[in-house]
């Protein structure tokens, strides 16, 4: 069975990633790296969360990571989630690297459903759900150490995926059953502008 790919990402001609989720169907994670531009492709063995030391080598944990980015030829971070299919909890963690990949540690995200965004290593936000499709009590969080911790900032009654170009001003897509709408944030996500709303789905 093959697995889901995430994402990949070049952070020079010839370094990138590769993500994806194989939904337990086989034991670890799915992510690869290549240092030739893609020709040859080696697996790159994340440490396991210190919260979860059994993450990647349990068979009832199912993994997957997010699209890889790096803002630098040093630093990048990776997003990975698992599943445990016995106790059914869900965990999230944010994985950083400083040296180009060489070395990886791991942060628990705050909570184990949510769009984020980074605009550097170490600014951050995070819309936290209770659940994969859940839109209502949404925790707006944001982290300025790259996701070592997290401060709750707001708290809304709807998902989103962001999008910043500085440390104060976002924008959204805001999602609230089958209602879209454009949202905006002058300061840095404590207050949500209704902008427009979009077509339903």
Not at 65 to 86: E, I, N, R, W, Y
Not at 153 to 162: D, L, N, R, V
Not at 166 to 180: C, H, M, Q
Request: aromatic letters at 12%.
């Amino acid at each position: 069975m093959p697995c889901s790919k995430s994402g990949v990402w070049f952070r020079d001609a010839s370094h990138g990633y590769l993500a994806g989720n194989c939904f337990g169907v086989i034991q670890g994670l799915y992510l690869y790296s290549t240092q030739d531009g893609g020709a040859i492709w080696k697996p790159v063995n994340l440490p396991a969360p210190a919260s979860l030391p059994e993450a990647f080598t349990k068979d009832s944990i199912a993994c997957g990571a997010a699209t890889p980015h790096f803002f630098d030829t040093q630093k990048g971070l990776v997003v990975v989630s698992c599943s445990d299919m016995v106790t059914n909890k869900a965990y999230r963690w944010v994985y950083q690297t400083k040296d180009g990949g060489t070395n990886w540690s791991s942060a628990v995200m705050p909570r184990s459903f949510g769009n984020y965004t980074f605009m550097n290593s170490d600014i951050g936000w995070y819309m936290g759900q209770t659940s994969a499709y859940a839109t209502t009590g949404v925790n707006v969080y944001t982290t300025s150490d790259g996701g070592k911790n997290w401060k709750q900032i707001s708290c809304t009654k709807w998902a989103g995926e962001m999008d910043y170009v500085d440390v104060k001003n976002g924008w959204i897509i805001a999602r609230s059953g089958s209602e879209l709408a454009l949202v905006r944030t002058s300061d840095g996500g404590l207050i949500a502008i209704h902008l427009s709303s979009l077509e339903k789905f």
